[in-house]
């Protein structure tokens, strides 16, 4: 795998990148496997290099995540699985992913602590930050950080009113195309060969001392723990609430 920037969009941005990921940058565009590019608008993922036009970007000021962010107030699943209050709340987001999810508990006022395991999805969104900062105030009670949130968590010394857990869902014969993002993610992690192990990540926080853990499961999924206090259904996805 390569970064592929043209010489004129080289900084210390995508030379860090780079380092970190141990990856070399190339000035031209490559034929071949997955890349990421690098220009003026930002970092971006493709997937397969016979198709570029078909690419992850995250972007929080536009298209779907914009949108979402700014009717934040309309996710009414969402916070009725925060439950009601006025106190701003310190929650860790122990999936982060694309921070759709986080990007609204930050709208809603909140403080969040969010964790991605993988490095190319931390770049991704870091990025995405960097383009947004001056435009989203809510994006200075964030903390983004690459690394396994289960070990974060536990060596953190902050205390949290919630542990937001969105491991990936399950592949079964009805969703195995999955939406693009969930795609893109999969083939990120499989690059990276990082194992899902979504139980095991909730099984390890369930063991933890908690407040109140918020689980995103599909809908019809099978209930894995007995101890649930109680649940906020949507159409297609359920939050599972454990206090
Ligand atoms: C379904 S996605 C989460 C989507 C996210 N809620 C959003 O709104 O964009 C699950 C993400 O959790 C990450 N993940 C899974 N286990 C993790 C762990 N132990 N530590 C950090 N990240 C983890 C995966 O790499 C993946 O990006």
Not at 59 to 82: Q, T, V
Not at 195 to 219: T, V
Request: proline letters at 2%.
């Amino acid at each position: 795998m390569h970064i592929y920037a043209e010489q004129r969009f080289l900084d210390n941005h995508i030379r860090n990148i780079s380092e970190s990921l141990e990856i070399e940058i190339i000035s031209s565009r490559p034929n071949q496997e997955s890349y990421l590019a690098y220009n003026s608008t930002g970092l971006s993922f493709i997937k397969d290099a016979a198709n570029p036009k078909e690419f992850l970007y995250v972007d929080f000021l536009k298209g779907k995540l914009g949108w979402r962010i700014k009717r934040a107030e309309h996710e009414s699943n969402l916070k009725k699985a925060i439950g009601k209050t006025k106190k701003e709340l310190n929650i860790f987001d122990a999936t982060a992913g694309f921070l759709s999810d986080s990007m609204i508990f930050l709208s809603l006022g909140h403080k969040v602590m969010a964790v991605e395991q993988s490095k190319i999805i931390f770049y991704l969104v870091e990025d995405a930050i960097k383009r947004a900062q001056s435009k989203i105030p809510f994006l200075r009670n964030l903390s983004f950080l690459n690394g396994n949130s289960l070990d974060i968590f536990r060596y953190s010394k902050e205390s949290f009113d919630a542990i937001y857990l969105d491991p990936m869902y399950p592949i079964t014969k009805k969703n195995v195309k999955g939406s693009g993002d969930m795609r893109s993610i999969r083939s990120i992690l499989k690059l990276e060969n990082i194992l899902n192990e979504e139980n095991d990540l909730c099984d390890a926080f369930m063991q933890c001392e908690y407040q109140k853990i918020i689980l995103k499961r599909p809908l019809k999924y099978k209930k894995i723990y007995s101890n649930i206090n109680y649940q906020v259904k949507g159409k297609t996805t359920r939050f599972d609430i454990f206090i």
